[in-house]
Each structure stands twice: as C-alpha cells, then as structure tokens.
C-alpha cells in the first residue's frame, strides 16, 4: 500500500473522507486539534441525498435508528401560526429516503470513527494541531503539534476538512471571500414539549417574524430553538438566565422558567474560498465554504464534498486517473456553494426576517400556493434538500 492521504479535520466530512478511501485501500491519517472527537451541537438535519450517500456504507440504518424522521416540513408566522406545510413523500422516486432525518452530528461522527477503527491503514490523531503546509510535484508535507513536540508527516494529498478556521486554508493564503452577519445566532435546546402547544407543529419548522424570528428542531430527546441576536448584545448578556428565558417566553409564555440542556452562541458567515484546490492541496465542507443555518445545507453540503472528492481520489490513487480529475472537484462543489448553498441560506434568511408588511404577505401567499399544488411543492422540496443542487454539480465536466 503506498498511497497516503493526510487529513486535517475529524468531524463529519474529513471522517467521511477518511472512510472512503480506507475502504478503497489507500492509507490515511487525520489530523484533528481537540483531544476528543468533535460533538458540534448546532448541525441535526440530514437531507435526503446525503442519507442515500452515507447508505453505501450501511451509517443511514444506524442513523434512521437514532434519529427521528421528519416527514413534513413547515413555515409558520409567530402570529398567525402555520403558514404552509410541505410533505416530502412527493420525493418518492427522487431518492431512496423521501424525509429528512432529525439526527445530531455527533452521532454520525461517533459511527464513522467505529468505522474507521477497523482499518489498519487508517489513523486518527487527536490532540494533532495541523501548522504548515508545503508541496511539491510529488508530494505534500505537513507539520503537526502533537502532545509529543512536532511532528512531520508526508502524504500524496492533503484534505482540508478543518472548519471555518481552517488552518490548511489560512497556511496557503487562500482568501476567503464573502461576509459576516453583524448579529450572532443562539441556539438553546430544552425538552419543553413545545408539540403540545402549538397546533400540529412538526419536527422542522421555520418561524417568520418582522422582530424576532426563530427556528423550531426536534431532536429525538429535546426541542433546539435557534433565534437571531441584536449586534449591540454583548456575549455575556445573550448568555444569561434573564435574557434566555425572555426569548423563549416571548415565543411562548408559560407560568415557570423554561428547563435548558445545552446553550450555543455564535457568529455566521457566507464566505466561499476562492480556490478549493492548490496543488495537492484541497478543500472541503467549512474550509470551503460556510453558510448560514437556515435551510441545514452547511454540514450536508459537507459532507457532499468529501463524497465528490474522497470518490475522485480513488479513481486518481487506485484507476490511474489524471489528477486534474481535481479541477472538476473544484468546478462542481465550487458551483454549488455559490449557487445553491449559500444563495439559498442567504435567501431563506432574509425571507424569515423581512420586516415589510406587504413583502411578508406576497412570500406567505406564495408558499401557500406552492404548498397546495403537488408539481411546485416537489420542485421546492428538490431545492430545499439540495437535489436540484447534486444535479447541477454532476451537469458541470
């Protein structure tokens, strides 16, 4: 076995990445800077086509298993409560898994390492802070810090699957073009049984509001209520007792506090890099590009990557096919973020927020009527679970 692929990044699409190409044979060694294994808590939604990819390798099952499946998906209003429902049984025949699957990220990272851990050529290293990068014709080299002093590894290519932060992207000086949002989003997550008050509320629900919008997630053991904060809130005055339970007295009143599990606060970006490939150096999920949430298309999209790009380095390490295989990795996910992540996130965003009375009635009439005919609402279901947007990627040579 003499192909070696290195990886910085242990969540979901530099594991995914990993588990490709071990089962292909080649070796790999991923690289991730947390002493334990990632369990970011704001990543819970699974697109129908990323569940009929994680399927190759039997993690959708397991997944099914551990999640909820989430039929219906829903606008509201805060005021006049649903607005439109969509039933994605119309997928049936687009894909093997016609729902989305309300799932946390972590348990998918947990599955994939179980994985990995059956190869003998593949390795991950944790605690392993990725430095440097350099190249050359024939190979890449990385420099890592590791609880032993730093270490020098050599590989025929590197992924970059290290996050929003990425250090691969930020050591060859890729820039990362885009903005970020003045505000900050909060994501509190309660096992208040909010289906009980609100009228056939299902498991992924979008709430519009001129003042404060939110999002409704159901998890198999917890509500996740993502809201919007004010830019001139400072860190700590989002993140108290006071400031929590007004947000989510606001959404619903009741005559005791509400019970919170787990509090997330953090800043959002639509940014896509200017090049996902240099060399033998590439990148993929949020070192590539990173999107708001709304819509559940950063860590599919994600993971989409590493599929595309782990399956193209197969044909390059094991077929013998050219490496500029690559180029057409960057020419379709490239496309994509661009196109259909982050334009649609950045959409969705600005539909839940929109503050003109007579702008919300027009979108809320709008989604009514394409909610009501079974043609339109399957060609927005195609949209919004990222079908439209593999089409595209696989249309590009």
């Not at 298993?65 to 989430?70: E, R």
């Not at 991950?124 to 420099?143: N, P, R, W």
């Not at 917890?222 to 860190?235: A, G, I, Q």
């Not at 509090?263 to 490939?277: I, M, N, S």
């Amino acid at each position: 076995m003499s192909s070696h692929v290195l990886i910085a990044g242990a969540g979901p699409v530099g594991l995914v990445s990993a588990l490709t190409l071990a089962t292909a044979g080649i070796a790999v060694t991923v690289f991730e800077r947390n002493t334990t294994a990632p369990e970011d808590l704001r990543a819970s939604t699974f697109h129908p086509p990323t569940l009929d990819m994680l399927a190759r390798f039997g993690l959708t099952e397991e997944l099914v298993s551990q999640g909820l499946v989430a039929r219906y998906t829903q606008q509201r209003d805060r005021k006049e409560g649903l607005v439109a429902e969509f039933d994605m049984a119309l997928l049936e025949g687009e894909t093997k898994h016609p729902f989305r699957l309300q799932c946390e990220q972590w348990k998918l990272n947990k599955l994939l390492i179980d994985r990995i851990a059956k190869f003998p050529h593949a390795k991950i290293m944790l605690g392993a802070e990725l430095q440097t990068v350099s190249q050359d014709d024939s190979h890449v080299e990385v420099t890592v810090k590791t609880p032993d002093g730093i270490e020098t590894f050599s590989g025929d290519y590197l992924i970059g699957a290290d996050g929003a932060w990425s250090a691969v992207r930020q050591s060859l000086g890729i820039e990362f073009e885009g903005f970020t949002y003045p505000e900050r989003f909060l994501v509190v997550s309660t096992d208040f049984e909010f289906a009980e008050h609100f009228p056939k509320l299902s498991y992924v629900n979008y709430v519009s509001d001129p003042q404060e919008w939110c999002v409704l997630l159901r998890v198999p053991t917890l509500w996740r209520v993502l809201f919007p904060t004010r830019p001139e809130e400072s860190d700590e005055e989002v993140m108290t007792d006071e400031s929590i339970q007004a947000r989510l007295q606001n959404l619903l009143p009741k005559g005791s506090p509400y019970p919170t599990v787990h509090r997330t606060l953090y800043k959002v970006h639509q940014r896509v890099a200017k090049e996902f490939r240099r060399g033998r150096v590439i990148l993929a999920g949020d070192a590539a590009h990173i999107n708001n949430p709304l819509g559940g298309m950063g860590m599919n999209g994600g993971v989409q990557d590493a599929f595309n790009l782990s399956d193209k380095l197969v044909e390059i390490l094991v077929s013998g096919a050219s490496p500029a295989l690559l180029d057409r990795y960057e020419r379709q996910r490239r496309a994509v973020a661009i196109e259909y992540i982050n334009a649609n996130t950045a959409r969705n965003k600005k539909t839940i927020e929109e503050r003109d009375p007579e702008a919300r009635r027009k979108t809320q009439d709008e989604l009514r009527a394409i909610a009501a005919d079974p043609a339109a609402a399957k060609d927005y279901l195609r949209k919004t679970s990222m079908i439209d947007a593999l089409e595209r990627a696989e249309s590009i040579t």
